[in-house]
């Protein structure tokens, strides 16, 4: 039985909890509405909140750790157990239990309250309390509850009085990954408590930003150990090339994390003039510096680290021996196999595969050259199998071999080159992809943005932030992901705002395929400098335009855009209102909700489809019966936007329907009802309608579920 049903349908007997311990808040005494509230929210709670609000005030450690556990489960309907859940945060108390191994009352607490969206207001107001663990606990419930109102008042309790609180708010800030917390936590990279520096820096590997490589670079002669290594490491988010100096300079550092941190970094970035440096580190006495030194000898792949990698084939720690090893096997140097052969008999059985893999490489070099000779020579199925084996080899001489083939006058063999090239992440590979990014097959410039990213150099964010206005939606849309999964911040990159004007051009220019491509990378770049500029293209002829804008203002989500989206769900094309419902999702005040409920009885199932997710997005429970009627729509794909939303929802009289639409003949809507009753209920059994139906009837079997129902 799900945790969650099983708790809903247990009645429990308890007394009234005691409101004393609200008076030692002194955030509540500074704002006695807000106290007003959660008193009555505890006062109006169902009795089976009220058992674990006693629970959290009276039991013990394993009773408060399993009552916040449970209230977490339950989400907002547990508002009532708010106050308590924050006066447990001050309980710092650690029990084993043998289920959920050790855990804390104050961990288990704040996540509880970062599980429900409704104590935002009381958790900011608690940053301000005057016990720094209320504090501390506030902020990292707001942390994990990844609301984007939480940066200001995060960002206030940055320069609050108490270290402890700061820290605190540091971390959540790096949790939220919103760009607004940057320049406030550089600030705090200069604080005077090392636990605050430390924390800040630690946000600022979840916010790479190029703003933050000079401060983080100055933080690397930090007193503090432990400040230095979280600088390096935060170094690496960025694959700034300005750091690989100071860098360089901190593989001197006393500390041994520091010393490991920049070498990771290091290996990272990629950068070659780091070779020579990192491998002198083999030597170091700290076996974790040698192994992150092998590792970053073997991405570096270059000749000059073979002597000390042969000697590292004697390390005492089997690690470092198996990662020498397997450098030594892609560097492919012939002087590696005499020190290689004596090793096969190493006593650790991965440093023999390792070895016997290198010997492998070194002994038969002429492998990897009949590969190439196939990928010049065979036919378009050979040249292509080819060029897929070489992205497997790791070697260094194929790269060019697949540079060459980005022009071969297969498109399939182009893609598979372009493909292999990303595979090997070799830097040299980079401006064949760029030139491969104008190819006229859409599929292999779609592959040469991929490549292009997993290759992973800042410098040629620009070049993809012009990928966006491609005119095929598959590039566009690999362009930009490639973009977010290689920097997140990449939309603070100077190359955005000549892009946005760029954009902002061809949109009103008169190529119709161009100008929605432009709508669709305007969406992507967030700039509200777009906005006007989209709503005005609402009104295009054009209905891809139009679509693309609608599609575009709902990514910016910027207020001046509603009552145009709201204006475009009467749009004559489907597309548009599909467009348009979507985007409304994105709004959250009162307003679209309606319109959206409507929607949901248009006559194109696409648009019926938008609105359900929509309304799901905005967790939307006024939609309730409406989305049971759309679950019984004659299209599958609507019926199955339905049964997602109603998990958003997290309604329980939509189970039984939601058990009903398992047994749907779509498998989609089979599966979508599946994941919306694991949300309703904690049990996974995904699209398989019996096994459902045997837990149904196992509840409904139960007493309390008989008088429930």
């Not at 709503?535 to 609608?550: P, Q, V, W």
Request: charged residues 30%; hydrophobic residues 45%; aromatic residues 4%.
């Amino acid at each position: 039985m799900g945790r969650y049903l099983k708790y809903l349908i247990t009645v429990m007997l308890v007394c009234t909890p005691s409101f004393a311990l609200a008076e030692e808040l002194s955030f509540l005494k500074q704002n006695p509405e807000l106290k007003a509230t959660l008193l009555r929210w505890e006062q109006e709670a169902p009795q089976e909140v009220k058992a674990e609000i006693k629970a959290l005030r009276t039991g013990d450690a394993e009773a408060k750790v399993r009552a916040a556990v449970r209230l977490g489960e339950i989400g907002d309907w547990a508002k009532g157990s708010t106050l308590a859940l924050i006066e447990a945060t001050k309980d710092r108390t650690f029990v084993e239990l043998p289920d959920m191994g050790g855990a804390q009352v104050w961990a288990e607490a704040r996540n509880a309250l970062a599980r429900m969206p409704v104590t935002f207001d009381a958790l900011a107001a608690a940053l301000r309390d005057d016990d720094h663990e209320v504090a501390e606990g506030a902020a990292f419930a707001l942390g994990e509850m990844k609301d984007p109102r939480a940066v200001e008042p995060l960002v206030r309790a940055l320069g609050g009085p108490n270290d402890g609180t700061a820290a605190a708010a540091a971390y959540a800030l790096g949790r939220l990954q919103d760009n607004r917390a940057v320049e406030p936590l550089i600030a705090v990279l200069a604080h005077g408590n090392n636990r605050v520096r430390y924390a800040a820096a630690y946000a600022l590997e979840d916010l790479p930003d190029p703003m933050a490589v000079e401060p983080l670079i100055n933080m690397l002669g930090d007193p503090d150990d432990m400040c230095r290594e979280v600088a390096a490491r935060g170094l690496r988010a960025t694959k700034d090339l300005r750091a690989v100096v100071p860098l360089i300079g901190a593989l001197k550092d006393p500390g041994k994390r520091v010393r490991e941190a920049a070498i990771w970094t290091l290996g990272g970035i990629g950068d070659l003039q780091a070779v020579e440096p990192v491998a002198a580190l083999l030597k170091d006495p700290d076996p974790m510096v040698r192994i992150a030194a092998a590792h970053a000898l073997l991405v570096f792949r270059d000749a000059r680290g073979v002597e000390v990698l042969i000697l590292a084939l004697r390390d005492e720690q089997p690690d470092v021996r198996r990662i020498s090893a397997e450098a030594l096997g892609k560097i492919g140097d012939l002087r590696a196999e005499g020190p290689l052969s004596a090793m096969l008999n190493d006593q650790d059985g991965e440093v023999r595969y390792a070895v016997s893999e290198a010997l492998r490489r070194i002994r038969d070099p002429g492998a990897v050259d009949r590969v190439i000779e196939t990928l010049r020579n065979g036919n378009e199925r050979e040249r292509a199998d080819a060029a897929r084996n070489l992205s497997g080899q790791g070697e260094a001489k194929a790269v060019e071999p697949l540079m060459g083939a980005l022009r071969d006058t297969d498109p399939g063999v182009r893609r598979a080159s372009a493909w292999a090239l990303g595979a090997l992440k070799d830097v040299r590979a980079l401006p064949a992809l760029v030139e491969a990014l104008h190819d006229s097959d859409a599929g292999v410039r779609a592959t040469a943005a991929w490549a292009v990213g997993w290759i992973n150099n800042p410098r040629f964010v620009g070049t993809l932030i012009e990928t966006l206005g491609d005119a095929n939606g598959q590039v566009r849309t690999a362009a930009a992901n490639v973009l977010q999964q290689m920097r997140p911040d990449w939309r603070r990159d100077e190359t955005t705002k000549g892009a946005v004007r760029e954009f902002l051009t061809i949109l009103t220019g008169k190529d119709a395929h161009l100008r929605a491509a432009s709508a669709f990378a305007l969406g992507e770049l967030r700039d509200p400098a777009a906005v006007e500029y989209l709503i005005a293209a609402l009104g295009d002829a054009d209905s891809g335009l139009r679509a693309a804008a609608a599609e575009a203002l709902g990514k910016l989500r910027d207020v001046r855009g509603e009552e145009p989206l709201l204006a475009a769900l009467k749009d004559p094309q489907g597309a548009v209102r599909s467009c348009a419902a979507y985007a409304l999702g994105g709004f959250w005040d009162a307003r679209p909700a309606e319109p959206l409920v409507v929607a949901l009885r248009d006559n194109d199932p696409a648009v019926r489809a938008s609105a359900a997710r929509a309304l799901g997005r905005r967790e939307e429970r006024g939609a309730l019966d409406p989305l049971l009627a759309a679950l019984r729509d004659a299209d599958a794909v609507v019926r199955a936007s339905a049964a997602e939303a109603l998990g958003h929802i997290r309604d329980l009289r939509a189970t039984e329907p939601l058990l009903a639409a398992v047994k749907d003949r779509d498998g989609r809507v089979c599966q979508a009802a599946g994941g919306a009753l694991h949300r309703l209920t904690g049990e996974r059994f995904n699209g398989d309608a019996e096994a459902w139906r045997r837990w149904w009837e196992t509840q409904k079997a139960t007493p309390a579920a008989a008088e429930k129902k």
